[in-house]
């Protein structure tokens, strides 16, 4: 499983979301699926560098038609994977993190499109069963040991390119649309703009076209509890003690930086500054902060840190197009595009997607921008993405 729907699993355990009954109904809909594997012999990345025997997981839902027009591809975000929708079995009890998206019926319509995502490279839960990635802690053919720090330095375009070799081996010349939220989203433009005659339509949610300084930085930190972990040894780890505070401690930066205050704050409604242990022990930490702690480490066991390293790197290095700027990156987009940023999102900023909806309108493309409203922060782009259900399958039908 992955950050965010285990941090969505506890988060609809302590009745906090206040689901409606229809959307509990769609939950008893979804759709059975059923992880695949994808693999490459050898595989060159933007950097000229290359990486071998790659295997990566993907999955499907509804049917390729006779034509093969309507491929959507769903590009997930920066803990997810590509479980993007439905259950591996009827006893699961949480489906894929845009289940309320995708589906018959839904405004990605399995009765109308077939769906597909995949598992990026350095994908970080390498320990969840259903997460098939090649990264840091894979065994490097050539040497018979785990890659560490050894492993190339990978992009988005990286991810972008991939996926694409996935949708020529299933010969699709031609997507409907790209989706994706947060990194997702800049899987989804550099597609646009890296493949502008493959790609019909794109929609961002919770995204941007570029990194830019402030993000690059705030990013940034998360790497660094996990390199002044002395346990990390410079990446060399594996079949050695893991760097579990370090990764526990990125994890923590991970969950503040993608919620909102007021929704922490809601959630830690029994919060008080003078509480009795941190008053009379120095060592001894706030609840609110046990709360953020005891969450970290429910999902640490999952990941590895090294993959959240190359994660960090990809997301730093990316520019829509990766040229030279947002600018002559975005000129390259023929597709339509949709921006659904969140008002209240602290992590990747309404105003990044703002940027890319200006140029691209200044440019004379077709392009739409609309903002999500919620409590959640940045975790809007799934938990207040409903209320435009009706925007996301009015564009992909334009």
């Known amino acids: 499983m992955k950050f965010l729907v285990l941090l969505w699993s506890v988060i609809i355990t302590s009745g906090m979301l206040g689901f409606s009954s229809s959307a509990s109904a769609e939950a008893k809909e979804s759709l059975i699926v059923e992880k695949k594997i994808f693999e490459l012999e050898t595989f060159q990345t933007f950097a000229g560098k290359t990486i071998k025997q790659i295997k990566l997981g993907w999955e499907s839902y509804g049917e390729?038609?006779?034509?093969?027009?309507?491929?959507?591809?769903?590009?997930?975000?920066?803990?997810?994977?590509?479980?993007?929708?439905?259950?591996?079995?009827?006893?699961?009890?949480?489906?894929?993190?845009?289940?309320h998206l995708i589906g018959p019926g839904k405004a990605i319509d399995t009765n109308q499109?077939?769906?597909?995502?995949?598992?990026?490279?350095?994908?970080?839960?390498?320990n969840d069963p259903h997460v098939i990635t090649t990264g840091p802690a894979t065994i490097n053919p050539d040497t018979g040991k785990?890659?560490?720090?050894?492993?190339?330095?990978?992009?988005?375009?990286?991810?972008?390119?991939?996926?694409?070799?996935?949708?020529?081996?299933?010969?699709?010349?031609?997507?409907?649309?790209?989706?994706?939220?947060?990194?997702?989203?800049?899987?989804?433009?550099?597609?646009?703009?890296?493949?502008?005659?493959?790609?019909?339509?794109m929609v961002s949610v919770i995204g941007t076209g570029h990194l830019d300084a402030w993000t690059t930085i705030g990013l940034h930190q998360w790497a660094v509890?996990?390199?002044?972990?002395?346990?990390?040894n410079a990446g060399d780890y594996y079949g050695k003690q893991a760097p579990v505070e370090g990764l526990v401690a990125s994890l923590k930066l991970i969950t503040q930086n993608a919620l909102h205050p007021d929704f922490i704050n809601e959630t830690n409604a029994s919060y008080s500054p003078l509480e009795d242990a941190p008053l009379n022990d120095i060592l001894a930490q706030h609840s609110a902060v046990k709360w953020i702690d005891q969450r970290a480490?429910?999902?640490?066991?999952?990941?590895?840190?090294?993959?959240?390293?190359y994660l960090v790197r990809a997301c730093q290095l990316f520019v829509a197009g990766h040229d030279d700027n947002l600018e002559k990156g975005l000129s390259k987009i023929k597709a339509k595009t949709l921006f659904l940023p969140s008002a209240g999102d602290l992590?990747?900023?309404?105003?990044?997607?703002?940027?890319s909806y200006d140029v691209l309108k200044a440019q004379g493309k077709d392009t739409?921008?609309?903002?999500?409203?919620?409590?959640?922060?940045?975790?809007?782009?799934?938990?207040?993405?409903?209320?435009?259900?009706?925007?996301?399958?009015?564009?992909?039908?334009?």
Do not use: C
């Open 64 to 99: 390729l038609n006779a034509d093969k027009s309507n491929a959507i591809l769903i590009t997930h975000y920066f803990t997810g994977n590509s479980h993007a929708a439905g259950k591996y079995n009827e006893s699961d009890t949480t489906a894929g993190y845009w289940d």
């Open 297 to 309: 480490r429910s999902r640490a066991s999952l990941m590895d840190a090294n993959h959240i390293l």
């Open 225 to 232: 509890p996990i390199k002044l972990d002395p346990n990390w």
């Open 113 to 126: 499109y077939f769906v597909l995502s995949m598992d990026t490279l350095a994908n970080v839960a390498i």
């Open 347 to 355: 992590l990747l900023m309404p105003r990044l997607a703002k940027t």
């Open 146 to 201: 785990p890659y560490g720090l050894s492993f190339p330095v990978v992009t988005i375009r990286d991810f972008v390119n991939l996926q694409k070799a996935l949708i020529e081996q299933l010969g699709i010349k031609k997507l409907h649309a790209v989706v994706g939220p947060s990194m997702g989203s800049m899987q989804a433009i550099d597609w646009a703009a890296a493949y502008p005659n493959m790609v019909e339509r």
């Open 368 to 398: 739409q921008y609309a903002e999500l409203k919620g409590k959640y922060g940045h975790l809007d782009g799934f938990f207040a993405v409903s209320p435009h259900a009706e925007t996301i399958r009015e564009f992909l039908a334009k």
